[in-house]
């Protein structure tokens, strides 16, 4: 088959993308994820066995989450039906629950139930699988590019066992791409087609672990590509560069939670690493500024507190800039109140207080305020004996010790101190002082 006809054919309407072509069928020809079902490992041999049970498969897009549950219904003996989650009601699903009910009861025949991007789906809709799962009537399998812990239905999740598929890297699109290339029957090893290693690897960079990305560059790369005067067709890294521009960057609802994540426990230990996560999330990721910001502030509090008090007006001072000047010539402001707050010394006797308080709040139950601690300010006060309040701007130091909480809670003590920074000096302090 020469070039033109295989463009005749791309053009039918039967045709299939390189990437639908190429789609593993078996467990020896899929990629990656050797954790998972490398040899001799329990999903392998459950999917082997026809044996799958209920099942979460968790990993970023392309990683062959899809695939390998295509994998399954290959090998599965049962019925197998597939919904995505995208466009699946409750309708849907009680459908396939009612035929599945048919299947078990009437022939003995199991029925595996597929439901891709299962994080769209609402808790009302996860609900009404709860039932078929518990009593067997269906097998179940997701799969999600979201944490399944923030948007799966606890129950379904308990039901299921989760296995987390890892990114896929250049090797494996690489291997997937001259898989492509030398396969005459699915793949692109029909044509006279001669690609440049260094093509081959700039779309494995691009691609960034994504196989389906990677294969659908390779397929435009060689049906755009001029023929030469033999018939053959070259891919050169020129070609390749037009035909995937720019790498993969996975921005999902998890990705952001984990860059904050790194970014906050970054504040408490390094200036340079929370200085990158936070460029990468906003400027990569496309993560909006005010999110770091609000995290900042909050730790300059949780993680730095009266150690260096200055932190937090530095944090509040780079708000008050990005609102006013807006991005990207805010990111000096940002970036110096992040450095600053990641080169205080560090306290976090402000959340260990909290914590204590909140404590003693839950332990004291219904407490009443101390007579001499009670509004005086309207006449009759002193009748009902609200008085004795020392006033301390009165005394030595502006001090006076006194009972200051309710009776069950007299003694007790919330906030400790440490010595760092200018914290050290409160802690001399309250030493001075003795009970409070």
Not at 13 to 23: E, G, I, N, T
Not at 316 to 339: C, F, R
Not at 353 to 364: Q, S
Request: hydrophobic share 40%.
């Amino acid at each position: 088959m020469d070039l033109f006809s295989y463009r005749e054919e791309a053009e039918a309407p039967r045709a299939r993308l390189l990437a639908d072509r190429m789609r593993p069928q078996t467990l020896d020809e899929y990629i990656g994820q050797e954790h998972v079902v490398g040899a001799g490992k329990l999903l392998r041999r459950a999917i082997e066995g026809d044996q799958v049970s209920s099942i979460l498969l968790y990993g970023p897009p392309g990683c062959g989450k899809t695939t390998l549950a295509h994998i399954i219904s290959l090998r599965t003996e049962g019925e197998f039906v597939k919904l995505n989650a995208v466009d699946a009601s409750v309708k849907d699903v009680r459908e396939v629950i009612d035929q599945a009910r048919m299947n078990k009861t009437m022939y003995g025949k199991k029925t595996i139930l597929f439901l891709d991007e299962v994080h769209r789906f609402n808790t009302a809709r996860q609900d009404a699988l709860l039932p078929a799962v518990e009593q067997g009537i269906i097998i179940f399998i997701g799969a999600t590019t979201e944490n399944p812990f923030h948007h799966v239905n606890g129950a379904l999740l308990s039901r299921s066992t989760l296995f987390q598929l890892e990114p896929l890297g250049e090797e494996h699109t690489y291997l997937a791409m001259k898989r492509a290339l030398a396969d005459r029957e699915r793949g692109l090893g029909f044509m006279d087609l001669h690609a440049d290693e260094d093509a081959l690897r700039h779309i494995s960079a691009m691609a960034g672990g994504d196989i389906r990305r990677a294969l659908n560059a390779l397929e435009l790369a060689a049906v755009t590509t001029p023929s030469e005067q033999d018939g053959s067709v070259r891919i050169t890294l020129e070609v390749a560069q037009e035909s995937i521009r720019k790498p993969t960057i996975r921005a999902d609802m998890s990705t952001q939670y984990d860059v904050l994540s790194a970014f906050h426990k970054s504040v408490r230990g390094s200036s340079d690493a929370a200085l990158f996560w936070f460029l990468y999330a906003v400027e990569k990721l496309g993560m909006d500024p005010m999110t770091f910001i609000r995290r900042l502030i909050v730790a300059c509090s949780e993680d730095i507190g009266l150690a260096n008090p200055q932190a937090m007006i530095q944090a509040v001072t780079a708000m008050d800039a990005y609102h006013k000047i807006g991005w990207p010539e805010a990111k000096y402001n940002i970036s110096q109140a992040i450095l600053f707050a990641v080169e205080s010394p560090k306290s976090n006797a402000t959340a260990v207080a909290i914590g204590n308080a909140e404590a003693a709040i839950e332990r004291a139950g219904d407490v009443k305020v101390p007579l001499h601690l009670r509004d005086t300010h309207y006449k009759g006060a002193q009748q009902l004996g609200h008085e004795g309040y020392q006033y301390p701007h009165d005394y030595p130091n502006h001090y006076v010790a006194q009972q200051y909480f309710p009776d069950t809670l007299e003694g007790i003590r919330l906030y400790k101190a440490t010595e760092q920074g200018m914290e050290d000096k409160i802690r001399q302090n309250q030493q001075k002082r003795g009970r409070r």
